[in-house]
């Protein structure tokens, strides 16, 4: 049976919202709205990965999981394998999901789904995204495009480029990438071993490092696409979602 740990890096040093992971969404900190909705999605242990004792204290607060790490680390992924290396010594986990700890509202049923594509034995990560449906997204280079083949099934692309820019060319369907990982567990300690490449620094995505490397990612198509709080205006859209009757 297949063994999944989902992570959920969280650091307070974020450049646009500092602290954001402890920022207040209708009575909780965000990390902890990002917390349950893993927990809710049943699929697999779920443990907070953070450079802060506040945000630590805040979990366990709820019943979490949380482990601290390093302050020092460059990206997202470098501290989930370092919270993969303490929690599961043994290499017993087969999955390890990178889930962004400023995704408050998230659907649980996302982390399920991209974890799907991990069935094909040929693919190292997963990934998903949403066909776009605002135009103004469609230039935004805030919104990442996922570039790929489709696959027989119709709901995952083989993916070819992830950009900043507006791809591919010509008329059919955009794809916004949702920035959640699944990567099996040999996967992801050969990503955090590369260095970064060269159209990774250049668009400023992490994943171009996997593609350039050979590495196969799968991009399954959902159609939700969830909040990510990166600025003071995302956090107030945030707050009013979730505050907001049932």
């Known amino acids: 049976m297949t063994q999944t740990l989902i992570v959920i890096p969280a ?10 992971p402890m920022a207040d969404i209708a009575g909780a900190p965000m990390i902890v709205h990002v917390w349950r909705r893993a927990m809710e999605s049943g699929a697999g242990r779920v ?3 953070t450079d802060a004792a506040e945000v630590m204290a805040a979990v366990e ?19 989930v394998f370092e ?15 990178n889930l962004q700890g400023d995704l408050p509202t998230l659907a ?27 135009p103004e997204e469609r230039t935004d280079p805030h919104v990442v495009k996922a570039v790929g083949t489709p696959l027989d099934d119709g709901r995952c692309l083989r993916a070819l480029y992830f950009t900043r820019a507006t791809a591919p060319y010509g008329d059919g369907p955009l794809y916004h990438h949702i920035g959640i990982y699944a990567f099996r567990r040999a996967a992801l300690a050969r990503f955090v071993a590369l260095p970064p490449s060269g159209l990774e620094r250049r668009e400023k995505l992490e994943q171009l ?7 196969r990612i ?17 956090l107030e859209r945030a707050r009013a979602l979730l505050s907001a009757p049932d």
Do not use: N, Y
């Not at 979490?64 to 390093?70: I, Y």
């Open 11 to 20: 650091r307070m040093q974020a450049t646009r919202l500092p602290g954001k």
């Open 47 to 49: 443990v907070v990965a």
């Open 83 to 97: 919270a993969v290396a303490a929690l599961d010594p043994d290499a017993a986990v087969d999955v390890v999901v």
């Open 108 to 134: 649980p049923a996302l982390i399920g789904a991209c974890v799907a594509p991990l069935a094909d034995a040929e693919v190292d990560i997963a990934t998903l995204a949403a066909e776009i449906v605002d």
């Open 218 to 234: 799968d991009v399954a198509l959902v159609d939700t696409v969830p909040l990510g709080v990166d600025t003071p205006a995302d």
């Open 209 to 215: 490092r996997a593609l350039e490397a050979g590495m």
């Open 61 to 79: 607060a709820e019943g979490g999981e949380a482990v601290l790490t390093r302050a020092d680390h460059q990206s997202g992924s470098d501290r």
